[in-house]
């Protein structure tokens, strides 16, 4: 059996479904439970990571300091874990991070932004800390330029370099080129981290084993924006029935994800109607809000601004569009004027 | 494009979700929805099928009679399918459906119990209504013997056949065996129904359609007991990028989603972990709540009870084989003796 490791950023990127509200107690008991599950890295923090949070993206219940002290003191036997976007954080926030405990740090870019991560690369290989780099809006870069993008972070320093379905866009053939890509490009372990808009997180994550990912991440019971990530607690036993070894108790991971159910979240994740819709425009399903609202206002059909957002290749930041896209459409459609009369 | 058929039980098989009390308006909005979509069938009834509403299964909030008039009336374009298990419903039921309009009939046995299937897909050949046979429970068997099983319901009268996950059990490999066995042995359309509690249902349906099958259900949002059926408005588009063509509009699905969604349940299902349990255990989750409520008397776990039952290949029906199996783990943990004291 090939061992894969299993990352666990339900209390980091599941933070986005409840607004980064996670209070201390039911970070520290989550902690606990991934712990005596024996899951292998416990990521947390504010769902865009350290120093993101701010009035402008959203306020943390709990700061940075506190959460990864928290979760430091929890945890007997899983490594913690932090994630990082360059230009939210800095490198003050990475050492702050690796003082307080940070076994791992995880840079994100743009899957072919990997320039922005060489400094923090470069620190973490300074500090000590294990260093990874994920290529975010993966669908967005062909199979060769996620492998040249995956190479050059590991020249920057990663010691683990993969891939985000921010979107949600894969289907398991599109994650095996990918992955077998990277694979063939460095000698590092790969990474893969999904999303459920299209219901395949977890057959992805199978695909992405079988291609030659050793680190997989889930979240408890899918914890996560839109329709969720991919559910770790069907995740381990899934690819261990498919030849993997994960290393994790399955009554213990049960018992987290329940933990998870009742403490992290008012209900789980579901895959409505605009998450299907934005993972199939390969858009990040955070426009949701925005774009509905701005097209109820026009007139226009949410979905007709999804599909030309993702034509358009809208990526986060780029929240301009929607107007853009809002105002073309409602004229091409004279829904507008028709209001107006 | 390979054209596949989308076959749509939520109007039944969502029934267990709801204990069997859909009203006659939320069908008939439901039906109408479908139809406007282009869904091709629409199956309707109490989730056991024809003739099965009862005090010992469950009382539906409408009669046979009645849910098929509401759905006959609400179609326009999509064809009118009904369910029935053998000794739930008789010959009798199945001629008063095809009366009502019904144009597609079902009949469901056990995985290696097609010879109860064949009077009455005898009854359906000579009424003119197409007879469909599903095989159940049909990770139980081989594929070898679900082909066999399968050629004997074509030589019954069947005009398609095929099996259901009732477990929710499979994985993509296991289905790609089971259709391509089936497929090789018949010369009709073959289906397959999924269940989603290992997270597979859509990707194992697209496995399916992959070796061959060309009838796939799908009920709206999941809708159906435990982890739900497989998602219909997730499955179409999906099949379409893999390659296949439904003839189902999209808008109109998300649609008729969003519908099922607001008037047909409380809220859609979720992967919880019992459900992930009875699909590792490969047994029907109906079993559920006697599980968890015997299990909590006994004080043992019902995970354990699960996994028991599993290896003892429990199927519905055998449900006195859950108080054997509690009270023998019972016994072997003696924390019933520990409790008395």
């Known amino acids: 059996m090939n061992d894969v490791l299993i990352y666990d950023p339900t209390l980091r990127d599941g933070q986005h479904a409840v607004r980064h509200q996670l209070g201390v107690d039911a970070i520290r008991r989550y902690a606990e439970a991934a712990d005596a599950a024996g899951i292998p890295v416990v990521e947390v923090g504010h769902g865009n990571g350290l120093g993101a949070s701010s009035l402008q993206v959203g306020l943390a219940a709990v700061g940075d300091d506190e959460m990864l002290s928290t979760v430091r003191e929890a945890l007997r036997h899983s490594r913690m874990g932090v994630f990082m976007l360059p230009g939210w954080g800095t490198s003050t926030d990475l050492r702050r991070a690796i003082a307080r405990g940070a076994d791992v740090v995880r840079i994100g870019v743009h899957a072919t932004e990997t320039s922005l991560a060489e400094r923090h690369l470069g620190v973490l290989r300074d500090a000590g800390a294990e260093a990874h780099c994920v290529l975010m809006m993966s669908h967005m870069a062909t199979p060769g330029e996620l492998a040249e993008h995956a190479a050059r972070a590991v020249g920057y320093g990663a010691q683990a370099v993969g891939i985000m379905d921010s979107a949600g866009w894969f289907l398991p053939p599109d994650v095996t080129v990918r992955i077998a890509a990277i694979g063939s490009a460095v000698d590092t372990p790969v990474i893969f981290h999904g999303h459920d808009n299209l219901g395949m997180a977890v057959a992805n994550s199978v695909a992405a084993a079988q291609a030659g990912a050793s680190i997989i991440d889930g979240c408890a019971r899918g914890f996560g924006a839109g329709a969720g990530n991919t559910q770790l607690e069907v995740l381990v036993p899934v690819l261990e029935r498919s030849g993997f070894s994960t290393g994790i108790d399955l009554y213990a991971l049960l018992d987290a994800a329940d933990l ?48 030309e957002l993702g034509r358009r290749q809208a990526i986060a930041g780029q929240e301009d569009l929607i107007v853009d896209v809002v105002a073309e459409l409602s004229a091409r459609t004279g829904r507008v004027a028709a209001l107006q009369k």
Chains 1, 2 share one sequence.
Do not use: N, Y
Not at 260 to 277: G, Q, W, Y
Not at 292 to 300: F, H, N, P, Q
């Open 260 to 307: 998870a159910e009742r403490e992290l979240m008012p209900a789980p994740p579901v895959t409505a109607s605009m998450t299907i819709v934005s993972g199939l425009a390969g858009v990040f399903s955070g426009f949701k809000h925005r774009v509905v609202e701005l097209s109820a206002r026009a007139g226009v059909d949410p979905r007709d601004v999804f599909f």
